[in-house]
């Protein structure tokens, strides 16, 4: 999570537990939490009398907009001060705003961290491909300590691409990889419910990316489309804050 890493284990001591729920599940309370603390605060850190005036005036607005649609002129005046109430409805949503980004960020980025990806299972067989830039020949040689590799651990380079399968225990790794006289290390972790990034950009002029076989997660079927964390997250969150914000008359 970059700059807010230091905040990581604060995060896995707060949501970890969630890591043992389906992924919808846990990504549904997460959703529905977040989306309360923000009507929360947008409740208390804004005028309601103020704010529900300005949407009664844009309400009124907009309706005579639709009435004066004969009358072109008339309409574009009546819409000039719509747009005015709502310039000015947003301006007293500024501070709330501020206020929630950070923490939408640093939750964003623990559920990134943590249902992006399905987990590389204990004593499962999994991949790791190494894209090599055009042109790059000779041998690619994989060392990896406590880990069973499934075949050469020496390879040819013919085709810029080169693929090792490996399994092993529950654990982190570090593995090197070797590319002529070039050395990588690509750290692994071996765990049925979290997992670390597993595309590695080197992009050094040998070595494009490295990346492991851990597949997107799906986590919410519509029937003709599979909503990964990221559309599922959006979803009940305007769902949760549409049903709040009204059940709360936050405005």
Known sequence: MGWFSFLDPILDFIFGPLLYLPAFWAITLIAFLISLIIV???????????????????????????????????????????????MKYMSHTFKPTLITMIPIF???????????????????????IVELENGING???????????????????????VIFVMKGNKGE???????????????????????????????DKVVKTITLSNKTKKVLNLGFINLNFIWTYIL?????????RKYMKVY
Request: glycine share 4%; aromatic share 10%.
């Open 173 to 203: 790794y570090n593995v090197q990889i070797s590319v002529n006289e070039n050395k990588y290390y690509q750290e692994i972790k071996i765990d049925d419910k979290k997992y670390k990034e597993p595309i590695t950009y080197v992009n």
């Open 40 to 86: 929360i605060i947008y409740k208390y850190a804004t005028d309601q009398d103020l704010m529900k005036q300005i949407k009664d005036e844009i309400k009124t607005l907009q309706k005579q907009a639709k009435e004066l649609k004969n009358d072109p002129s008339k309409a574009m005046e009546v819409n000039k001060k719509a747009m005015e109430a709502n």
């Open 139 to 161: 041998t690619i040689s994989i060392e990896a300590l406590q880990l069973e590799v499934l075949g050469e651990k020496t390879k040819n380079i013919t085709d810029g691409k």
């Open 106 to 128: 640093l939750i964003y980025g623990w559920l990134s961290a943590n249902f992006a990806y399905d987990p590389l299972m204990p004593g499962q067989e999994f991949s790791m």
């Open 236 to 244: 009940l969150s305007i769902l949760f804050s549409t049903l709040l």
